[in-house]
C-alpha cells in the first residue's frame, strides 16, 4: 500500500505519512522499524516544503515544523537525544517568533529539554530563558507543563521570571 499511496502524494506529503508512521513504531516499541521509516522520509524532513502539500494534508501540518517536531518525538522515543535535539531545535527555527509566538516557544522550551537531557546546560538556559517571557505570560496546558518541567532542572530560571 506505502507504493500505491507514494505514485499518487508529493514527497513532501509522502514524509508526513513516513513520519507518522515512525511515530507509531517508536511509541510501540519497534526500534528498527520507526528508524526505517525515518531515514525514507529524511530527504523530505527540512525547514522548507519542496513539494505541494494538499490542503487537507496542510490542515493537520501547515508547514514542515509539525513533520520535524514529530521527527523530533520520534527520535526522542527511541532514545537518540542528539537527532532528537536537532530536529527540535529545526522546528523551533521554522515557526516566526512574531506570528507564531507560542508555539515557536513551546518549541524552544522542548528543544531546551533535550539539550538539558544531554547534559548541555548553559544552551538549555539561554533557549530557556528566550522562551520564557512568553511560557510565563500564556495560559497553556503545554506551557505550564514545560513550565514545571524546566523549574524542576533550574528553578532559579523560573521563579526569577
Given at each position: 500500500m506505502r507504493w500505491r499511496i507514494a505514485s499518487t502524494v508529493s514527497?513532501?506529503?509522502?514524509a508526513l505519512f513516513e513520519v507518522a508512521l515512525a511515530r507509531c513504531y517508536a511509541e510501540t516499541g519497534d526500534k528498527v522499524q520507526a528508524v526505517k521509516a525515518?531515514?525514507?522520509a529524511e530527504p523530505w524532513i527540512m525547514p522548507e516544503a519542496t513539494t505541494e502539500i494538499?490542503?487537507?494534508a496542510a490542515l493537520f501540518c501547515p508547514n514542515k515544523a509539525s513533520a520535524t517536531r514529530q521527527t523530533a518525538k520520534t527520535f526522542l522515543a527511541i532514545g537518540d537525544l542528539a537527532e532528537a535535539e536537532r530536529y527540535q531545535h529545526m522546528s523551533a527555527t521554522i515557526w516566526h517568533p512574531r506570528t507564531h509566538t507560542r508555539i515557536h516557544a513551546i518549541s524552544l522550551a522542548e528543544t531546551g529539554l533535550i539539550r538539558w537531557r544531554m547534559g548541555n546546560h548553559e544552551d538549555a538556559a539561554k533557549l530557556w530563558r528566550t522562551a520564557l517571557p512568553t511560557l510565563t505570560s500564556i495560559s497553556s496546558e503545554r506551557g505550564s507543563k514545560l513550565l514545571r518541567r524546566i523549574?524542576?532542572?533550574?528553578p532559579e530560571l523560573v521563579d526569577h521570571t
Open positions: 514527497p513532501d506529503t509522502m525515518l531515514r525514507r494538499p490542503r487537507w523549574r524542576r532542572a533550574a
